[in-house]
Each structure stands twice: as structure tokens, then as C-alpha cells.
T-cell receptor
Framework: DAKTTQPTSMDCAEGRAANLPCNHS???????VYWYRQIHSQGPQYIIH???NNETNEMASLIITEDRKSSTLILPHATLRDTAVYYC????????????FGQGTELSVKP | GAVVSQHPSWVICKSGTSVKIECRSL??????MFWYRQFPKQSLMLMAT?????????EQGVEKDKFLINHASLTLSTLTVTSAHPEDSSFYIC??????????FGDGTRLSIL
């Protein structure tokens, strides 16, 4: 599976959009981009995933660049409860399968 | 609502005892269950992949005789930490995969070995 690179930490003001970048320059054509988040002392929570088209659900939007070498997770109106570690993961499997977690981005949403 | 129930959520044991952690699927039949370990300030590390009715596949560096995994049904997998020592203290998390949905994770078990 391709390796991902994310900033270690980010801050965001409450109510503003949080844009979390992820680099996956070695991604192959059949690998998916997944985003999970982990709130302190809990198990990870699925957010969204995509292959090459942009995706949106009730939690977030996923923007994947045309060359698929990077992506951005967008939380449109961040709340204090969005404070968590966000993991960008590349995986061969659609709808899940084996996931290898990197270090993630620690997002702090501040009032 | 919760899809995966992990029990216990917190356990403290004496060194040398064995500890069993249960991971139960509440709504789905899980083709595959995964077990992860997470040390403080670190990311999740995949320990093993468990398929119902077959032996678990362990990641490199994970001792299969130390961490016994049983996946006897499509809704239950157990991880037993045998002869636990303080260095085994960690946050253990299971997840289930149905094959048609992204992985669902349990809320983890915090294991402390004295």
C-alpha cells in the first residue's frame, strides 16, 4: 500500500472550514483514499473514501487531485467535537479491507 | 448506534496473568476482524487479521503464541494476551469488515499490567 504524508498538527477556528491535506504521491491506479478520525481514547471513526472523483457525505468532503497524488479532507463548519487525530490511508480495497495507519494530523478546533 | 462492541473497556491485571478481550459485531456478520494495538502518543499498529473459522494472520513482529486470536463465529472474535507483562500495557482495538462496507471499529480496551 502507498505511504501517506500528513502535517503533524493543525488548528482551526470553530465554525470555519477545516482543510486537512494528505500527500500520497506513490498511489497506484486501483488504490482508494480513506479518511478516519480518532477522538481521544476511542476507536477510529470512518469519515469518507474515494478513488478519483470528489466525494461528499454528511460529515465531510474529499477532494482528490487529478493526478491522485494528493487529497484534501474538508470539514465545512468545524465544531469543538471535531477535535481529533485524522488519518489519511491508502488501501487497495474498496469498502474497507486491511488498513495501515500512519501518524495522522492532530486537529485542534478552538473557540 | 454502536456496530462493534468491545469488552472490557478497561482492565488492570497482575503480571503473568492472561487477559481475554472480546470483539462482538452487533449488526453485521463480519467476514474479517482486525486487531490493532496503540501505545500512548502513537498511531494504531495492525497486529493480526482474523477470518471466521480459520487461523489468524499475524503481522511481522507480532508473537502469535503471545496474542491468541479466536474467530469462532461471524459475530465474535477474541484476543487473549497470554502471560501479560507491563510492556503489554496498551490500548487494544478491534475492527470488523463485512466486505461491503468500510471497517467499523470498537471503542478499544485499555490494558494495564502491574
Amino acid at each position: 500500500d502507498a505511504k501517506t504524508t500528513q502535517p503533524t498538527s493543525m488548528d482551526c477556528a470553530e465554525g470555519r472550514a477545516a482543510n486537512l491535506p494528505c500527500n500520497h504521491s506513490t498511489i497506484s491506479g486501483n488504490e482508494y483514499v480513506y479518511w478516519y478520525r480518532q477522538i481521544h481514547s476511542q476507536g477510529p471513526q470512518y469519515i469518507i473514501h474515494g478513488l478519483k472523483n470528489n466525494e461528499t457525505n454528511e460529515m465531510a468532503s474529499l477532494i482528490i487531485t487529478e493526478d491522485r497524488k494528493s487529497s484534501t479532507l474538508i470539514l465545512p463548519h468545524a465544531t469543538l467535537r471535531d477535535t481529533a487525530v485524522y488519518y489519511c490511508i491508502v488501501s487497495l480495497y474498496n469498502q474497507g479491507g486491511k488498513l495501515i495507519f500512519g501518524q495522522g494530523t492532530e486537529l485542534s478546533v478552538k473557540p | 448506534g454502536a456496530v462493534v462492541s468491545q469488552h472490557p473497556s478497561w482492565v488492570i491485571c497482575k503480571s503473568g496473568t492472561s487477559v481475554k478481550i472480546e470483539c462482538r459485531s452487533l449488526d453485521f456478520q463480519a467476514t474479517t476482524m482486525f486487531w490493532y494495538r496503540q501505545f500512548p502518543k502513537q498511531s494504531l499498529m495492525l497486529m493480526a487479521t482474523s477470518n471466521e473459522g480459520s487461523k489468524a494472520t499475524y503481522e511481522q513482529g507480532v508473537e502469535k503464541d503471545k496474542f491468541l486470536i479466536n474467530h469462532a463465529s461471524l459475530t465474535l472474535s477474541t484476543l487473549t494476551v497470554t502471560s501479560a507483562h507491563p510492556e503489554d500495557s496498551s490500548f487494544y482495538i478491534c475492527s470488523l469488515w463485512t466486505g461491503t462496507q468500510p471497517q467499523h471499529f470498537g471503542d478499544g480496551t485499555r490494558l494495564s499490567i502491574l
